[in-house]
């Protein structure tokens, strides 16, 4: 599954990707009233609102970008009705041809990975049937339980040709409290890479992992030690732009062939017509003003490669 | 909401929590078969064996226990309707006058952790209603992302009278992979220990906090320091039964006033009907086997405690 994200992230000429992490605050009223007409003000009208704001999104960057970043959590707060506006724009994308990362940062213990493993990128067998339930093309994964929590993603992995990307070094200001913490001359967040790594050399798909890490934008020295650490192993750097990480920062996560990270915006996009620099585009045309925010994304980072 | 907990433990004197966290391979035929006769051999027709195995389970016990965790990758596998049963499952439980545990492991960072917060212990704002998505009472979160992961949990514990357990040491294999490091003369679980220790004096509900944790029972050595070192906090104790834990590795994570912990059984109970000790059970009586399995483990932790 990497070598298919590196293909379309070569094709497009983008290591972009569009985090949909859609609160209803971002959604424009003309939406809002749409759905909640229809459904009321419950959570089907929310879960509704949040759909159709993400497809408008969707339909004015999908051929810009390689891959969207779904965060289930904005989603599970909208209950059943929520996953299922998960599920559908998870299915929207892949329409669309995009790549999903489901930001899921799920992670357990044996045969409890293996069903969140089973949830997210495997299939289910019921009965004489195969079928699948959210089918993401990668997650990311929490590290804290270690191997035996990941283990049960790598397998389907391999399985199914899917990636995961591990929690290495996230990207908010607390992320030091445990990750940083130094044990031997190593700090946390390097053990967490040596056994990326170790995974990752299990997993590979062409020249690089369908094991990745997550390292956040707001830590470029730490991303540059562990890009070298890491040769083969894709970084998803979270922490652009309204958290902080600049594309200046962001070069050192790349490796010498142009490859290696690939960069999530969330907020910077998608509510990108909230913003003052975009403030000539209105509600209706909310999706044009995310169009223009990931053209501008793509000339800050290819201009600072 | 700890102290809801402690009355119902008192009340049964029982400080057990049964782990509902079905496989299809655990549910009767005669249930299956029922389920894909109404809904075919589906996402949908495993979502209804499984919840109509943990109704089963739940009418047969609620009487002797005060709590039940069910384990949200069980149902996520099966995906939106997966999450339905998971919601079903909990209002059904809630209904039987029984504390409901989400195992649902969620961490992440700032607005994200909110939405988990919310979506599984507090309310959202739709227009102008106030929705509850899953509702639960207590959830496990997982601390690798620092405070600002674990915060908003607690934000929403105190609004809502809610509570959490955090992973301190997981009673895996591997859990000792990262959370036995040693940083300073302390192990990576006692710093996160020391975290709880300090989140959850913000929290406290009576004598013990709102916020406590998890400690495998297949550390007793471990969960006997936590124990001294966390007097006010509950601590959630997995791994007793099928993961090797034993009724006196126990005894030492309970306080001298006999509260303090309560231990959880999930396959050992839900599945007690397969084991050779419960083989008079029929498939037709799963939860009979599962009620005898659940006064046998009572008993057990009363004759140690």
């Known amino acids: 599954m990497i070598k298919r994200l590196i293909e379309e992230i070569t ?10 992490d859609p609160m209803l605050g971002y959604v424009p009223e003309y939406i809002l009233t749409n759905s909640f007409e229809k459904y009321g003000e419950t959570l089907e009208g929310a879960s509704d609102a949040i759909l159709q704001f993400n ?20 989603y599970e707060q909208f209950g059943v009705p929520g996953m299922k506006a998960f599920k559908e724009t998870v299915d929207y994308c892949k329409e669309k041809g995009l790549i999903v990362i489901g930001d899921v940062k799920r992670g357990d213990i044996g045969s409890t990975s293996a069903a969140y493993a089973t949830a997210h990128l495997g299939k289910v067998k019921v009965g004489g049937s195969i079928c699948s339930a959210f089918d993401e093309d990668f997650v990311t994964v929490n590290p804290y339980l270690g191997s035996d929590g990941v283990k049960p993603f790598i397998d389907v992995c391999k399985e199914e040709n899917k990636g995961i990307f591990v929690l290495v070094k996230t990207s908010n200001p607390s992320s030091g409290e445990f990750q940083d913490k130094i044990f031997e001359d190593k700090h946390l967040y390097e053990l967490v890479a040596e056994k990326v ?5 299990q997993c590979m798909d062409g020249t690089y992992s369908n094991v990745g890490c997550v390292i956040g934008a707001t830590y470029p020295e730490m991303g540059k030690a562990l890009r070298k650490m890491l040769p083969h192993n894709y970084i998803l750097v979270p922490g652009y732009g309204a958290q902080g990480g600049t594309a200046k920062d962001l070069a050192a996560y790349f490796n010498e062939d142009g490859l290696g990270a690939i960069v999530n915006s969330s907020r910077g996009i998608i509510a990108a017509y909230k913003q003052e ?3 000539k585009y209105t509600q209706a045309n909310y999706a044009d003003a995310s169009r223009q925010a990931v053209l501008d994304m793509k000339e800050d980072l290819l201009a600072n490669m």
């Open 197 to 201: 790594l170790e995974w990752g050399s």
């Open 11 to 20: 094709k497009k000429n983008a290591p972009i990707v569009v985090g949909l």
């Open 277 to 279: 620099k975009y403030s």
């Open 55 to 74: 497809k408008g999104i969707v339909d004015a960057v999908y051929d810009l970008i390689p891959a969207v970043k779904p965060q289930v959590a904005m």
